[in-house]
């Protein structure tokens, strides 16, 4: 067993971990296909293990692979805050937009602040969708956003890096008198009929909009009209009781005063949540916020589809690894 294992040689690993695709995985560390393989034997003839299973169609953890993954992470979590206590200046904020201060995002960040020292300073940011916060990480005002990736434009999709984090379900927000609030879920096909506000209006959140009408079409649910952009929660929560919406949202939602959350069922309609952030960008705060959306995801299995059926958009399961 080896004494010393360059942290370059578990860097590599991860990143194999992680995306399971040797390809991704160089681009993810800026490195040439070749040199990656040769770091991942390297690093097996130094343990003398196996750690993956490579065939022409998929990459799959050995059992020490699978073993070797914790072990790494803490090593270069402890590398990557060795190098941090001795850096000479300290590191800029990290701005990360976490669109409201509840859910998925607001979770990752939360976890992320808890495994950084005092030194990194992660400031949420409050947009209202990936659509706007996208053109705001391209023009470096912005750092670190959450969303659904496959729905930006490929030309938009080139500048940035992304890790999928949840696979969210979806649920509507009801009134408490709506005909379908006192059952504990909705099946999908009980929506027929109905009318959801999803944001239509919203130049911010056009990829949420999107997503309602692929999930609309051909089963009679119907859009709500466009409608300016609502900031805020207190503004949201007026506007909405004041139109008496029904709202297609997710499981995790804020607290209405005289609505209910129900989650959606038969199918259940799933909201693809991937962390995105700037190519090339390098900061502490950032593999905080890695580390912190992977292990909830393997705790919670947020990237674990629904067992008793589930839909998604084909281009959003392959983003998020389904495919």
């Not at 914790?70 to 270069?76: G, H, K, W």
């Not at 206590?85 to 998925?104: N, S």
């Not at 805020?232 to 005063?257: C, H, M, N």
């Amino acid at each position: 067993m080896p004494y010393d294992i360059a942290p370059r040689l578990l860097r590599a690993f991860t990143a194999v971990a992680d995306e399971l695709h040797f390809t991704r995985a160089a681009a993810r560390l800026y490195v040439a296909q070749q040199a990656l393989s040769r770091d991942i034997r390297r690093l097996e003839r130094e343990l003398g293990a196996d750690l993956f299973v490579r065939t022409t169609r998929q990459v799959a953890l050995t059992a020490h692979g699978a073993r070797l993954v914790p072990y790494a992470r803490r090593v270069l979590a402890a590398h990557d805050e060795l190098a941090a206590a001795f850096r000479a200046t300290p590191e800029r904020p990290l701005l990360v937009d976490v669109g409201v201060p509840i859910g998925t995002a607001h979770r990752v960040l939360e976890e992320a602040r808890r495994r950084v020292p005092d030194s990194c300073e992660l400031v949420a940011r409050f947009h209202s969708g990936l659509t706007g916060a996208a053109e705001e990480l391209r023009a470096v005002r912005l750092d670190v956003s959450f969303g659904r990736f496959a729905a930006l434009p490929p030309a938009v999709r080139a500048g940035l890096d992304h890790q999928p984090v949840r696979l969210e379900p979806m649920a509507v927000l009801l009134p408490e008198e709506h005909r379908l609030a006192a059952r504990p879920t909705v099946p999908l096909a009980e929506l027929t009929g109905e009318t959801l506000y999803a944001a239509a209006g919203n130049p911010q959140a056009v990829e949420w909009t999107d997503l309602a009408a692929r999930l609309f079409e051909g089963r009679g649910i119907a859009m709500a009209a466009p409608f300016p952009e609502i900031e805020g929660s207190q503004e949201f929560t007026r506007v909405v009781r004041k139109q008496g919406w029904a709202v297609l949202a997710s499981v995790e939602f804020i607290d209405v005063p005289g609505m209910v959350l129900r989650p959606v069922v038969d199918p259940v309609p799933l909201s693809p949540v991937g962390m995105v952030w700037r190519r090339g960008l390098r900061h502490p705060g950032l593999d905080a916020l890695r580390a912190a959306a992977r292990e909830l995801g393997e705790r919670d299995a947020w990237l674990a589809p629904p067992g008793d059926g589930w839909w998604l958009p084909e281009a959003d399961a392959t983003a998020m690894g389904l495919r």
